[in-house]
């Protein structure tokens, strides 16, 4: 079983940073895709940011500029590193990540639960 756990969100003030973590466990030969995810109230899921294996990443135009996405292989590990928040950037970021149990097995995708970020004006 895999298991991926936020950590990092809290509340800021606009123009604030936070840097959110996201650590897998469990059954893992190799995290291809991994990346965040958010929800604010009201609006559908987004993709904020993801990275793959290789190190290419993928933002959102809302957040480009601002954010960064970075992976530590060793520690099966994703950061977001976000500066500059804005009160629109309130949300809940999940984690998202296509994992390999095993190295002839196939990528199986896993949410995390989710951690509440608030910028308040």
């Known amino acids: 079983q895999v298991q991926l756990v936020e950590s990092g969100g809290g509340l800021v003030q606009a123009g604030g940073s936070l840097r959110l973590s996201c650590a897998a466990s469990?059954?893992?030969?190799?995290?291809?895709?991994i990346g965040w995810y958010r929800q604010a109230p009201g609006k559908q899921r987004e993709l904020v940011a993801v990275?793959?294996?290789?190190?290419?990443?993928n933002y959102a135009g809302s957040v480009k500029g601002r954010f960064t996405i970075s992976r530590d292989n060793a520690k099966n590990t994703v950061y977001l590193q976000m500066n500059s928040l804005k009160p629109e950037d309130t949300a809940v970021y999940s984690c998202?990540?296509?994992?390999?149990?095993?190295?002839?097995?196939?990528?199986?995708?896993?949410w995390g639960q989710g951690t509440q970020v608030t910028v308040s004006s």
């Open positions: 998202n990540a296509n994992i390999r149990p095993t190295a002839w097995g196939t990528s199986r995708n896993y």
């Open positions: 469990g059954s893992i030969f190799w995290i291809d895709t």
């Open positions: 990275i793959a294996s290789g190190g290419s990443t």
